[in-house]
T-cell receptor, first 110, second 113 residues
Framework: RKEVEQDPGPFNVPEGATVAFNCTYS??????FFWYRQDCRKEPKLLMS???SGNEDGRFTAQLNRASQYISLLIRDSKLSDSATYLC???????????FGRGTSLIVHP | DVKVTQSSRYLVKRTGEKVFLECVQD?????MFWYRQDPGLGLRLIYF???????EKGDIPEGYSVSREKKERFSLILESASTNQTSMYLC????????????FGQGTRLTVV
């Protein structure tokens, strides 16, 4: 089983829609969680960290469920510019290494 | 802003050549990483370094080596390039073991012919 799993999509949604992605992780000792965004032919960039209490940044909400070992990303009022690949990233306690999921592709259409 | 700079955006090399990919970060980060990214496979870790002259193998180190002689610079070396090493190579750095937000360079698209 891969350490970090994501549905590759693509998720194809109209502008204004709400869309949610989940990401599951296998290592129960995981301590740090992030969502990254990667535009086509560009490098990944941090979108937001995911905290135990959940966190929100504008239209984006991230949640962590330790019991079920998954994190989620909710995007409200989708914009065309949200079209990208969203990468889930997990780091185990005591490790230097962030482990990346394969990414979920989002396409927002007019 | 953290800046991670890779020496080339695009490279074309011949099979059997020795290839050097250079990465420099300007924020005194302890950790540096080399990944390759291929369609459908995501980011796969080749090597990482948590200190000068220290290196650890990642998931796919075969055919690669690395060098970290200075804190700011992490080099990836393809000893004898092969066509299956055609890929996007991404360098990243992070501050420390407890602050692990990774910052990426712009990537090097390497084609081996």
């Amino acid at each position: 089983r891969k350490e970090v799993e994501q549905d590759p999509g693509p998720f194809n949604v109209p502008e204004g829609a709400t869309v949610a992605f989940n990401c599951t992780y296998s290592n129960s000792a995981s301590q740090s969680f992030f969502w990254y965004r990667q535009d086509c032919r560009k490098e990944p960039k941090l979108l937001m960290s995911v905290y135990s209490s959940g966190n929100e940044d504008g239209r984006f909400t991230a949640q962590l469920n330790r019991a079920s070992q998954y994190i989620s990303l909710l995007i409200r009022d989708s914009k065309l510019s949200d079209s990208a690949t969203y990468l889930c990233v997990v780091r185990a306690g005591g490790s230097y290494i962030p482990t990346f999921g394969r990414g979920t592709s989002l396409i927002v259409h007019p | 802003d953290v800046k991670v700079t890779q020496s080339s955006r695009y490279l074309v090399k011949r099979t059997g050549e020795k290839v050097f990919l250079e990465c420099v970060q300007d924020m005194d980060h302890e950790n540096m990483f080399w990944y390759r990214q291929d369609p459908g496979l995501g980011l796969r870790l080749i090597y990482f370094s948590y200190d000068v002259k220290m290196k650890e193998k990642g998931d796919i180190p075969e055919g690669y080596s690395v060098s970290r002689e200075k804190k700011e610079r992490f080099s990836l070396i393809l000893e004898s390039a092969s066509t299956n090493q055609t890929s996007m190579y991404l360098c990243a750095s992070s501050l420390s073991q407890t602050n692990t937000e990774a910052f990426f360079g712009q990537g090097t698209r390497l084609t081996v012919v």
